[in-house]
């Protein structure tokens, strides 16, 4: 009969075990986001969403405006196209974790595999980012067939800031993820309350300068602020309209690197926190549901 | 183990005639019963009160400073506060009704609730009371919150006759819900999605942050049939002054609407609750997880 | 008269879409259960027992055939079967985790329509017979499995029905809650006789318990229907004794022995040997015509110079049964469970 040495080291994740584990949840993820409807429905759902939210904001601007200021309104349009990448990022994060948890009871079963639980959420929830970006090429896009928008894109500019604003995003993500868990069964709502809230303090929709000034600090803090502001220098080839449009490229670069720099590292220890928390408490396997 | 007896009837069959009165104290039980995990479990996970009511908030005041951005008149941000305010009974009619026999089904109620006496309405009506606690305190908070902070000014000439409109509105919308519940029941996880697709276009069309004659011919075909779009447009007709200009129809005439509309959602709600559990339980749909 | 019967099935057949094929869970269920009879239906997985539990409780429409419940057709009359049945199932995780179980069996009384303080009254009676008085305020979450089923069974009391259906409600529980809950099952039958139960389940120990009747069931079919007797003499209609000795009969008492009245057989068996204090024993299978031949067969040992050591009656189980009608065993073959599965 075999013996187990129990003085060899035992291996502690590899790489190849997260990537494993990350590449297979981005198949079950998608599996499970795409098999819900035929295509033509799923088309319908993925136009309509953003195209509404879009569509509130330039039925507002008509309204006071009479169309009249197009830097304004494209202001409006790219920050409503990318915020749905905020919507997709932490909608699906904490969609992948309670659905796991209360839905398909997976979750123990993925904990105690030697594989770790966070690159299967981050690849779980990858569909849902998917979509969110079809949602973002397809605001743009009426945007600018329709509305007047002008596209002038440098890439040089726009690839960082988009994979920084990413990372930005799926940390803050992960953040809303562990804290969810925590939580009850009605937390599948609370991404999008979250994402609402962060629409506020992010210059998505309007210049943070319209804040009352207390409010301003946190707004800067936040780095889907400077993802948000890149990303318009990138795609319009100008900045918002306010104080933060008077900084140069670099220093919004800049500011982007710093705050993702910040945010990425506690918004892992906040999950390492939350995990530990779930274990102690036994949440992992909790159902709830009222 | 006199425990174990309950009822007096001799056989079943006798057992199993009700009278009237029987069968509706039943349902309004049934009602009671299936509010309380609902009002029990806010006092149980008070999470609740951060994000249901604080970030709701905060997403409400976004639209009021993209108004303030474009240098709106004032009364602007009061028909934002209001929708904002609406938006709350729409997400407790969409997510707490609507989808809720998608989480019942998981769990393993639903085909508890069809092998009881009850009617399915009285679950979801049960539902439906049990959110309003949390749906009445986010309505309010937005109303009072907002309207302190932004300095919106109301002007009530006829509170009767707003609160009258408030409860007709009441009535379609979550009569729409039992209706979209019976969807659930037909189509499962589509239900599901089709739930979340109806929040943004919902605002979009209903006005909940302006108002919707400045949708053209659109507003027409939606004061017909969108409950939200119809109380919204007349209860901001009775709160802020001058806003009669901005409404699609005189306020009678979308109380008038508004009637209709509880009437025929609510027997339409009946009607496809009784037909889609039939087509439910010929497909064997009832039981099925992860469908 | 199929109105004066507890459940009656005629040809109920259930055919569920499926690809590449339809799969046909139930074909042709013929089913009559009396009022008061506690009846079994047992069966490997997949046979199709949920599936005719759902169609007697109103959950599913059966393709063809017709069912009736307490005299009520179950696709035209669901109503009132409703206000005199309930259900129970194993691994059952209805209800809210956040509620205890005293606010979760009082909920489930007012979808009955208790009034509220009989409602209360109900909960707390159920509660000690079943034996969660230790857990009444505790969260419906936070129970053990076999706790659970107590609450699910106590659920299934509430509205004290006239047909109880359980579904396989010992599934998962360890033997001592499968006990308790079997136990409960029987005080159930003695405090309300004229209540019907229908149970189903594949283990035999459990059918054989608490059943009056049982059938077997494969693959959507009744194979076979019975009191537990009856389904063992088809296989074995003889009784069969082993009988150990201290030496085998003397003096032709073997032949002696197979030539008492209502004694078939008397052979010496496998099992000759020492016993655990050294000393010699033989074994004999005796095969009866009936148990009371038994007497006789004891006498004639003593009066050939013989010592009886030890008996034991072999009968063969409901696997047994199972194997001799479908010829494999309940957990040899569960393809049929995959597309049944719900």
């Known amino acids: 009969m075999a013996v187990i040495d129990r003085s060899a080291p035992v291996p502690g994740i590899t790489f190849a075990d997260a990537w494993r584990s990350f590449h297979t949840a981005i198949r079950l993820g998608w599996a499970i986001e795409a098999n819900w409807s035929d295509p033509f429905l799923f088309a319908v759902y993925t136009l309509a969403k953003p195209l509404a939210a879009a569509g509130i904001l330039v039925v507002m601007f008509q309204i006071i405006t009479g169309g009249q200021g197009t830097e304004f309104l494209q202001f409006l349009i790219v920050g409503a196209a990318l915020w749905n990448v905020v919507f997709g990022v932490m909608g699906g994060l904490v969609q992948s974790i309670l659905e796991d948890r209360e839905r398909y009871r997976m979750m123990k079963y993925v904990v105690v595999t030697p594989s770790s639980l966070f690159p299967f959420l981050l690849g779980r929830s990858l569909a849902r980012v998917g979509t969110s970006l079809v949602a973002v090429v397809l605001t743009l896009g009426v945007g600018v067939v329709f509305l007047g928008v002008r596209l002038d894109p440098n890439l040089l500019y726009l690839v960082p800031a988009t994979v920084l604003g990413f990372v930005a995003v ?115 396997d909790m159902t709830t549901g009222s | 183990m006199s425990g174990f007896r309950g009822a007096t009837a001799t056989n079943p069959r006798e057992a199993a005639y009700w009278s009237t009165g029987r069968i509706v104290r039943t349902n309004l039980r049934a009602i009671v019963g299936r509010a309380y995990p609902r009002i029990i479990g806010l006092t149980r996970e008070p999470s609740w009160v951060f994000f249901e009511i604080l970030l709701p908030f905060l997403a409400v005041s976004a639209f009021v ?118 969807l659930f029941l037909l189509w499962g996880r589509e239900a599901f999605h089709l739930a979340q697709l109806l929040q943004e276009p919902i605002y979009f069309l209903g006005g909940v942050n302006f108002p919707i004659r400045h949708l053209g011919v659109v507003s027409g075909l939606v004061v017909a049939t969108l409950p939200l779009a119809v109380g919204l447009d007349a209860m901001r007709q009775l709160v802020f002054p001058g806003a009669a200009s901005q409404g699609v129809l005189p306020v009678g005439t979308e109380m008038a609407i508004l009637a209709v509309m509880g009437v025929v959602f609510l027997i339409g709600a009946r009607l496809a609750l009784g037909w889609l559990e039939t087509l439910a339980r010929r497909e064997g749909r009832l039981t099925l997880r992860w469908q | 008269m199929p109105d004066d019967l507890a459940i009656h099935a005629r040809g109920v057949t259930r055919v569920y879409k499926a690809k590449p094929e339809p799969v046909t869970a139930l074909g042709g269920v013929d089913l009559d259960v009396e009022p008061g009879e506690y009846f079994g239906l047992l069966g490997p997985n997949g046979a199709g ?13 059966p393709t063809r055939g017709t069912a009736k419940v307490a005299g009520f057709d179950v696709v035209t009359e669901t109503a009132k079967i409703r206000r005199v049945i309930n259900m129970v199932a194993g691994n059952e995780q209805s209800g809210y985790g956040l509620l205890t179980v005293r606010e979760q069996l009082w909920m489930f009384s007012q979808f009955y329509g208790l009034p509220n303080r009989e409602g209360w009254r109900r909960v707390d009676e159920l509660i000690e ?24 069974f106590a659920r299934g009391l509430l509205n004290d029905p006239w047909v109880l259906f359980l579904d396989e409600p010992t599934l998962g529980l360890d033997v001592a809650a499968a006990r308790d809950l079997r136990e409960h099952t029987l005080a159930w039958k003695a405090a309300a006789p004229g209540r019907t139960l229908l149970l189903t389940t ?19 079919k009744i194979l076979a229907l019975g009191t537990p007797e009856e389904l063992r003499r088809r296989v074995q209609a003889e009784s069969i004794f082993r009988i150990e000795l201290d030496r085998l009969p003397e003096n032709g008492g073997l032949a002696a022995l197979a030539s008492l009245p209502g004694v078939l057989s008397a052979v010496p068996s496998d099992g000759d040997g020492t016993d655990a204090a050294g000393a010699d024993r033989v074994a004999l299978k005796v095969a009866l015509a009936d148990d009371s031949a038994l007497t006789s067969v004891v006498t004639a040992v003593a009066e050939h110079g013989s010592h009886l050591i030890g008996l034991a009656k072999s009968e063969p189980s409901l696997e047994d049964v199972f194997v001799e009608l479908v010829g494999r065993g309940f957990g040899e073959d569960d393809e049929s469970s995959e597309a049944m599965a719900t």
């Open chain 3, 129 to 152: 017979i079943v034996g969660l008085q230790e857990q009444r305020q505790q969260k419906v979450r936070s129970l053990s499995t076999g706790q659970r089923q107590k609450l699910n």
């Open chain 1, 170 to 284: 799926m940390a803050l993500g992960i953040f809303m993820a562990g804290w969810c868990l925590q939580l009850r069964q009605e937390a599948w709502s609370y991404p999008e309350a979250i994402a609402g809230a962060l629409y506020l303090v992010s210059g998505a929709i309007f210049p943070v300068d319209i804040l009352p000034s207390f409010i301003q600090p946190i707004a800067y803090a936040f780095p889907t602020t400077w993802w948000l502001e890149a990303s318009r220098r990138g795609l319009l080839g100008q900045g918002s309209p306010g104080e933060i449009g008077n900084l140069s490229d670099g220093t919004v670069m800049l500011f982007l690197v710093l705050s993702t720099a910040i945010v990425l590292p506690l918004t892992l220890a906040a999950f390492a926190w939350f995990m530990q928390r779930a274990r102690q408490a036994g949440l992992l």
């Open chain 2, 65 to 182: 400073f993209v108004y303030r951005a474009l240098g709106a008149a004032e009364e602007f941000v009061g028909f934002v506060v209001l929708g904002g305010a609406m938006t709350a009974f729409w997400l407790n009619v969409v997510w707490m009704m609507a989808a809720q026999f998608y989480w019942e089904k998981d769990q393993g109620n639903l085909e508890l609730y069809f092998t009881a006496p009850m009617h399915l309405m009285s679950i979801l009506a049960g539902m439906a009371i049990g959110g309003l606690v949390m749906t009445s305190s986010r309505a309010l908070a937005v109303i009072v919150i907002g309207s302190l902070l932004y300095g919106v000014s109301y002007q009530i000439e006829q509170p009767l006759l707003l609160v009258a409109v408030f409860l007709l509105t009441m009535i379609p919308l979550y009569g729409l819900g039992m209706l979209f519940a019976s």
């Open chain 3, 49 to 61: 027992k949920t599936t005719l539990i759902k169609i007697l409780t109103t959950l599913l429409i």
């Open chain 3, 202 to 220: 594949h283990y035999m120990v459990e059918a054989e318990q608490l059943c009056d009747r049982i059938a077997i069931v494969d693959r959507g």
